[in-house]
């Protein structure tokens, strides 16, 4: 038997609560409110009847309902109907669905950058995640853990990619010009001269890109641009980390989206990526399934090399396995319904298209009542966001005085603006862009 | 071909029990069986979407306002809340004095995940003391963090009991402030829990030494076919630890809900009594925030459509209690293929004694196979198990529990023969 003190329970448990507990509690400090989540909060609350949600990049129809796109719900209504594919809610493997990995690395290598040959030669490392966040975050711990702790990120940027960074094994991150506030530009000679001037510490570093859409200016380099931009990249030896969470709202066309990827895949001017290219793609906003977590991450590895991918992918699961075992099935039999059923995949661009259709309209509309150049340039202004430039007093201003809500680097999410919201919406900004830009 | 950065990453062997999976698949036997992965099979060995579910399913794809837009970080309340009421009881003093802090996770996994990358941002030098034997992905979601793990006594494989000093005095010489991973129910691997007076003993101890608990809660009601009977002991820890330390919960749905590849479970921080309301609502918020970041760091938000069915169940009368009956349903077809199965051995006359099968709770045996009878089980018999002698019993059915006993006698036969020789 075990010889132990006895004290009574309640003199223990005062002890403990002076000695262990206080302490545990008063270490924990408040994080700050996720910047855009929060304010979704502040607007359920607000009693005033015109209010506008602007800040989350959700996409809504033009009576602002989030509707699911014609082509997810005959996909949902053949997994319903179809007993086979929804009566087994089963573990899918660490790495997702077969079927999911090979219809989308078909949609994304083969249709998407016309590049068979990258899965002909077996040359990339697939992994099923949740959504875009995911896929950042399974990129961010594998690179951190093997490839390099530094990345550098556009300024401005997603707010969350920081977090997952900083989160996922990067002591800290390099923002790279990307957004003259003055001018509303890309700031393009400043972004070259930044990654030219980075000290080099020995490693390849990381620098993550958006695709297209960029969030949250909605300013996109120009193709001209790009290809400066990504030749670069290629002379410093970077490793492009792709962030494509809009694939289709630049233009409407899915396809033609991609041609970043395209542009760093050309061989001719860019034979070989030493450390690979690193995608991360997200089903949440051309397929509207958001909270159904659906995406994917793709390392193309430098060159075709079987034993290499083996060991890649059995990293990939030992980081997956250390999170959250296996990924959500629901979201991907859809997604995998959709993309292997030909008809549906068909009506699918076109949901797509008319998506976007719409909020070019909207930008035409708001251009006709506030004349503002840049809301209808397309070259370079894409997708869900119109970022106004407004500072916070601003902001604040259009949030207390109209119950307008952007977020507070004033983004403005297009999806919720509609023939019923856009006179008043666009009296609001016109009033509050005279004050001053404090 | 040039070297990269990329030549230097080690090839790691496939993970145990997908690996099993993997293998199980690729077998072109007819006749094979998987006894590996813990997911629940029904009596012709197939998946078995509950009732429940698919009445919560109609429900769902019936209500108008259906869509997939983004859940909170911290998940569906309709699910954290439902979820807490299951697992602390409708009575429970913590959830009436609002002690609890709960977000939705991906699943048991995640919300471990959580629970490590918390512990390693606040209190990285606390030791994380696991049962040994445990869960095989325990110690890798936990040192993935950084934390340093530590095993405590469990299993006594001389008498297949708990081995209640060799735990108690871990729980002595373990520096104050370590973390103890309590499996709530149904042990995995060994299906051996602690009785009600050694739940007592253990939980009073980890008070006194000041200890944190983190009950890992994966097989709730599916243990007994009873909720309650089955989170006896985290209703126990909360209330002995009430006054002393706050109590750390994951919890699952993949197996008692059967959303195992939908990724549905909390986790829950159950807080001690505090001394005013004003600290209570400020630290639950401190600590809400930061599994926020946590969240939002790796998923975002968690998947919705699992959390539906789940929330949609818990919070209707009507859909619990045939949910209750569906558990039923499980754990006494369990059971029944348990006592089969020991009575085959005991009939084949198997050397060796089999009673533990019986006595044994949840989806698992730890049968007492060696490693060199499982590898002959699958290369003779193409009947998988993980190398540890556990055995899914979910996976037995009447259509080939007697194929599964006789191949077992004869491996343990094979083996026992040739150390005589
Ligand atoms: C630039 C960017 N990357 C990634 C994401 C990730 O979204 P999700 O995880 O929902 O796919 C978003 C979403 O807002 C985004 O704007
Ligand atoms: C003890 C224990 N904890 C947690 C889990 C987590 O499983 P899941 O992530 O599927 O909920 C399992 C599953 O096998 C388990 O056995």
């Excluded at chain 1, 995998?336 to 549906?344: F, G, K, R």
Aim: aromatic share 10%; glycine share 6%; net charge neutral.
């Amino acid at each position: 038997m075990l010889l132990i003190r006895h004290r009574s329970l309640a003199e223990t448990a005062k002890i403990i609560h002076q000695r262990s507990f206080t302490s545990l509690v008063e270490k924990v400090p408040l994080a700050p409110a996720d910047k855009i989540l929060g304010l979704t909060a502040f607007y359920n609350r607000d009693p005033n009847p015109k209010k506008i949600n602007l800040t989350v990049g959700v996409y809504q129809d033009a009576w602002g309902k989030v509707t699911t796109f014609p082509s997810v719900a005959k996909s949902q209504k053949l997994i319903d109907n179809d007993l086979l594919l929804n009566k087994n809610l089963s573990y899918l493997p660490i790495t997702g669905c077969k079927d999911f990995e090979t219809n989308v690395m078909n949609f994304l290598f083969k249709e998407s950058m016309h590049h068979p040959e990258l899965i002909e030669q077996d040359r990339i490392s697939f992994i099923q995640t949740l959504s875009g966040t995911g896929a950042v975050a399974i990129a961010a711990s594998f690179l951190s853990t093997f490839i390099t702790n530094e990345i550098s990120v556009p300024n401005y940027s997603w707010a969350n990619h920081t977090n997952i960074f900083t989160k996922n094994g990067f002591p800290s991150v390099d923002y790279y010009p990307y957004y003259d506030r003055k001018t509303g530009q890309i700031d393009f000679q400043n972004w070259i001269n930044h990654l030219k001037n980075l000290p080099f510490l020995g490693k390849p570093r990381g620098i993550l890109l958006h695709a297209s859409c960029h969030n949250p200016t909605g300013l996109d380099p120009t193709r001209q641009q790009w290809e400066k931009i990504i030749d670069t990249i290629y002379e410093l030896k970077m490793i492009p980390v792709i962030d494509m969470a809009y694939q289709g709202l630049e233009t409407g066309n899915l396809i033609e989206d991609a041609h970043l990827l395209r542009l760093c895949l050309n061989t001719d001017k860019y034979p070989h990526w030493n450390n690979g290219i690193f995608l991360c793609q997200s089903f949440a906003k051309n397929m509207g399934l958001y909270g159904e977590r659906v995406g994917s991450l793709s390392i193309v590895l430098p060159e075709a090399d079987s034993q290499l991918k083996e060991r890649v992918n059995s990293q990939l699961k030992r980081i997956v396995r250390g999170i959250y075992s296996s990924p959500p099935g629901y979201g991907s039999r859809i997604a995998n319904v959709l993309l292997s059923t030909p008809n549906l995949k068909k009506q699918w661009f076109k949901d797509v298209k008319s998506m976007v259709e719409r909020l070019q309209s909207v930008r035409l509309a708001m251009f006709e009542r506030l004349n503002w150049p840049d809301l209808i340039n397309k070259e370079s202004n894409h997708g869900m966001f119109y970022f106004t430039r407004f500072s916070e007093g601003q902001v604040n201003e259009l949030r207390t005085k109209y119950g307008i809500y952007l977020t507070l680097d004033g983004r403005l999410s297009l999806s919720g603006v509609n023939n019923y919201n856009v006179d008043y919406l666009c009296e609001a900004l016109q009033n509050v862009s005279k004050l001053a830009r404090a | 071909m040039s070297r990269t950065i990329f030549n230097t990453i080690e090839l790691l062997p496939p993970d145990a029990l997908f690996g099993i999976k993997q293998r199980y698949n690729a077998d072109e036997r007819k006749d094979k069986v998987d006894l590996g992965i813990g997911a629940y099979r029904d009596n012709q060995g197939k998946p078995w979407v509950l009732p429940s579910v698919k009445s919560a399913e109609l429900a769902i794809h019936a209500d108008p306002n259906y869509n997939h837009e983004y859940l909170n970080i911290t998940g569906l309340n309709a699910l954290t809340s439902g979820a807490a009421n299951i697992i602390f009881g409708p009575d429970s003093d913590a959830i009436k004095n609002e002690r609890i802090v709960s977000t939705q996770s991906i699943s048991g996994t995640g919300a471990l995940h959580i629970a490590a990358k918390f512990l390693s941002k606040f209190f990285p030098e606390r030791k994380i003391y696991l049962s040994d034997p445990t869960w095989a992905n325990h110690q890798a979601i936990f040192q993935a963090q950084g934390l340093v793990t530590n095993t405590y006594p469990y299993w006594d494989n001389e008498t297949k009991s708990l081995d209640l000093n060799g735990f108690e005095r871990s729980i002595e010489v373990a520096p104050e402030g370590s973390v103890f991973v309590l499996h709530a129910c149904a042990h995995n691997p060994t299906g051996l829990d602690p009785t009600k007076e050694q739940w007592e003993t253990i939980l009073e101890r980890i008070a006194y030494k000041g200890h944190l608990a983190l009950f890992d809660s994966a097989y709730q009601g599916f243990a007994s076919g009873d909720l309650n009977k089955d989170a006896y002991s985290i209703r126990l820890g909360v209330e002995k630890l009430k006054r002393v330390a706050p109590i750390l919960v994951c919890q699952s749905f993949a197996k008692n809900v059967g959303m195992y590849g939908e990724r549905v479970g909390c986790f829950h921080i159950v807080l001690p009594e505090q001394d005013t309301k004003e600290e209570l609502t400020t630290v639950k918020k401190a600590l809400s925030s930061q599994l926020s970041k946590i969240i939002r760091s790796e998923v975002s938000n968690p998947p919705a459509y699992g959390a539906k069915i789940v929330a949609t169940i818990l919070n209707s009368d009507e859909l619990r209690a045939q949910w209750y009956k569906d558990m039923i349903t499980m754990s006494s077809r369990i059971m029944e293929m348990r006592v089969t199965l020991r009575d085959r051995l005991n009939e084949l006359g198997t050397p060796g004694t089999w009673d533990h099968i019986v006595e044994q709770t949840g989806m698992f045996s730890f049968t007492g196979l060696t490693s060199e009878m499982v590898a002959r089980l699958e290369k003779e018999h193409s009947i998988y198990m993980v190398s540890s002698g556990r055995a899914s019993i979910a996976g037995l059915n009447k259509l080939n529990v007697d194929r599964v006993a006789q191949s077992i006698d004869e491996v343990v036969r094979h083996f026992t023969n040739e150390s005589k020789l």
